[in-house]
C-alpha cells in the first residue's frame, strides 16, 4: 500500500488528474448523445428507407440524409468546430452558447460528429439483418420486442461506432485547445511533446489502447456474423427491398421516422452550414467606441468571392498535402487488404493492428516523426524543413488505416466464387489485372479520396511537423479561431465544405454505374 500511494502522489502523475477527469467527461457526455441521438437517427433512416407499396417512397430522403451524415464525418473537427462557432459561439448567430473552458460546448461539438458515426452504423447494423429474420421479427407483436431485437443483432456495429466516437474523444486536442479544456492529448501537446517523460507517454496512450481492445472485443461478432449471415456488399442499397409484410407501414410511425432524419441532418449539417453562410455575411463597425454587427447579402457575396484568393495557399497546400498521402497510403492499404481478403487467418491481426495504429494519438504520432527526422543522418533535417514528407508520413497514419477499412470491406463483398473461378483462370497478375482492379476501380478511388480528406484534417498529428510556410485549411481555421477572426474563418471553411460537397456528389453519382457493372461480374 506504501508503494501504491507513492505511486499515486508522485508529482509526475498528479498533473494528469484534472486533464483525465476532462477526459472521461468529454467521453462520457459525447457519447451520450452520440449513442442516443444516432440510435434514434439510424432507426428513422432505415425506416423511411424501405419501399412501401401503395405508400408514399421516401428513399430520395433516406438517401438524402445518408448523404448528410457521410459529409458531416468526413469534415474535420476543426471545421465542425468553425461552423458552431459561427452559429452559437460568441458572434453566433443562432444563440450564445460557448465560452472560455468550456466542456459542455466542446462535448457538444464531438457529440453531434459522434451522431453522425452512430447513426450510419446503426442503420448499416440493421441493414445487414438478412430478410428471413427481419420477417422473423416482425411477427413479434409488441414493438418494443421488435426493437430489442433488432438493436441486439445491430450492436456490433452500434459498439464499433461508440468505441469510434469515444477514441476522437480521447485522442483529439484541437477542439479542446480552442476552447481551453485541459485533456490528456491537449496536456501531452502543450507540455510534454517536446521532451516527453514516460509518465507521459503512459497518461496519453492509456485510454486509447484501452478502447482500441474494446472495438477488437466488439468488432469479432461481425466478423463471425459474416462467415455465417449472406449479408449483402457494403456497397448495395438498403433496405430497398422489403415490402409490407415486413415493415407495415404506419403513417404516424413514418411521419416521426422522417421528421427525426431531417433534424438529424439539420443538426448534423445544416444549421452548421447556415452558420458559416450567415456569419460571412457579417461586418463589425465601430461607432463611438461600441461595435455593431450588420449582416448583408453583399458581404456575404464580398465575402465568399474574396476568398479563394486570399486563402490561395492555404487551399493549394491543403490539395498537395492529401494527394501526396493519398498516393503513399493507398498502394500500402491495398496491399494489407488484399493480403487480408486472401489470407482468412491474419485478418484477424491485421484488423487488431489497424485499429491500434488509428488509436495512437495525434500529437504522438507526430512527435515520433519528428524524433525520426532529427537523428543525425545526412538529408535529413532537408527534408524535415524544405519537404512535407514528415508531415505526409505523421497523416499518413490514421490515411492509411482508413483506406485499409474501405479496401478492406470492398474486397469482402467479392463473393468467394469469383475468387475460386478466377485462381483456376490464371495467376496472380492476371487475377489484379483482370478481376480485381474491375471490381474495385470505383473503391480505389474512393479510398484514396478517404485517405487524403483524413490527411488534411488530422491537425493533432499535422501541428508538429509541418514546415515553415506551409500552412493548410486546417490549421489556418485552428489559428483563425484562436485569434477570434470569424468572419475569415467563416468564408475559408465554406469553399473547403463546397469542394467536399462536389467530391461527394462526383463518388455518388459514379456508385449506381459501379454497383450496377459489379452486379453483372458477381
Known amino acids: 500500500m506504501t508503494v501504491f500511494a507513492s505511486l499515486v502522489n508522485a508529482a509526475p502523475w498528479q498533473e494528469w488528474i484534472r486533464p483525465l477527469g476532462n477526459t472521461l467527461g468529454l467521453m462520457a457526455g459525447a457519447g451520450f448523445i452520440a449513442l442516443l441521438g444516432g440510435v434514434l437517427t439510424g432507426l428513422a433512416v432505415q425506416r423511411v428507407g424501405m419501399r412501401r407499396s401503395g405508400a408514399l417512397d421516401a428513399v430520395w430522403l433516406a438517401n438524402l440524409v445518408r448523404s448528410g451524415l457521410v459529409m458531416s464525418i468526413a469534415l474535420p473537427l476543426i471545421l465542425h468546430a468553425a461552423a458552431w462557432e459561427a452559429t452559437a459561439g460568441k458572434f453566433g448567430w443562432l444563440v450564445q452558447l460557448s465560452s472560455g473552458g468550456n466542456l459542455p460546448w466542446v462535448t457538444w461539438i464531438h457529440g453531434v460528429h459522434g451522431i453522425a458515426i452512430l447513426g450510419l452504423a446503426t442503420e448499416r447494423g440493421l441493414a445487414s439483418i438478412p430478410t428471413s429474420l427481419q420477417e422473423s421479427i416482425s411477427l413479434q ?71 482500441a481492445s474494446l472495438m477488437i472485443l466488439v468488432w469479432r461478432p461481425i466478423q463471425k456474423r459474416s462467415t455465417v449471415i449472406d449479408a449483402a456488399p457494403w456497397w448495395t442499397p438498403r433496405g430497398s427491398d422489403l415490402d409490407l409484410a415486413v415493415n407495415p407501414s404506419r403513417p404516424w410511425a413514418n411521419g416521426i421516422a422522417a421528421g427525426l432524419s431531417l433534424f438529424a441532418l439539420a443538426v448534423c449539417l445544416g444549421i452548421p452550414v447556415a452558420g458559416l453562410l450567415i456569419q460571412a455575411g457579417h461586418t463589425v463597425d465601430v461607432v463611438e467606441g461600441e461595435r455593431l454587427t450588420t449582416w448583408s447579402w453583399r458581404s456575404l457575396v464580398v465575402s465568399l468571392s474574396e ?203 459514379s456508385r449506381k454505374r459501379h454497383a450496377e457493372k459489379t452486379r453483372l461480374l458477381d
Open 307 to 509: 476568398a479563394p484568393a486570399t486563402f490561395q495557399r492555404e487551399y493549394t497546400w491543403t490539395f498537395l498535402l492529401g494527394t501526396c498521402t493519398a498516393v503513399i497510403s493507398l498502394p500500402i492499404a491495398w496491399l494489407l487488404a488484399r493480403w487480408a481478403r486472401w489470407r482468412p487467418s491474419a485478418q484477424g491481426i491485421l484488423d487488431a493492428i489497424a485499429l491500434i495504429l488509428f488509436a495512437i494519438p495525434g500529437p504522438v504520432v507526430g512527435l515520433m516523426v519528428v524524433r525520426v527526422f532529427a537523428l543525425p543522418l545526412p538529408g535529413l533535417d532537408v527534408i524535415a524543413t524544405e519537404t512535407i514528407i514528415p508531415t505526409c508520413l505523421a497523416v499518413g497514419l490514421r490515411a492509411t488505416v482508413v483506406a485499409y477499412g474501405v479496401m478492406r470491406a470492398s474486397y469482402a463483398g467479392i463473393s468467394d466464387e469469383v475468387i475460386d473461378s478466377a485462381r483456376m483462370d490464371g495467376g496472380v497478375t492476371w487475377l489484379i489485372r483482370a478481376v480485381e482492379i474491375p471490381l474495385l476501380r470505383w473503391h480505389l478511388v474512393l479510398a484514396a479520396a478517404c485517405a487524403g480528406m483524413v490527411a488534411a484534417g488530422d491537425v493533432p498529428a499535422m501541428l508538429p511537423v509541418l514546415p515553415p510556410g506551409v500552412v493548410t485549411v486546417s490549421t489556418r481555421l485552428f489559428s483563425l479561431l484562436h485569434s477570434g477572426a470569424r468572419y475569415q474563418e467563416a468564408s475559408l471553411a465554406f469553399w473547403y465544405l463546397a469542394a467536399l460537397l462536389v467530391l461527394f456528389v462526383v463518388f455518388r453519382s
Open 141 to 211: 407483436r409488441r414493438w418494443r420486442h421488435r426493437l430489442s431485437l433488432s438493436l441486439t443483432l445491430a450492436f456490433p456495429w452500434i459498439g464499433v461506432g461508440l468505441c469510434l466516437v469515444l477514441l476522437l474523444a480521447a485522442t483529439e486536442m484541437t477542439v479542446v485547445n480552442l476552447h481551453s479544456v485541459r485533456t490528456i492529448a491537449d496536456q501531452f501537446y502543450l507540455l510534454h511533446a517536446a521532451s516527453p517523460s514516460e509518465a507521459s507517454v503512459v497518461a496519453v496512450l492509456g485510454m486509447p489502447m484501452l478502447l
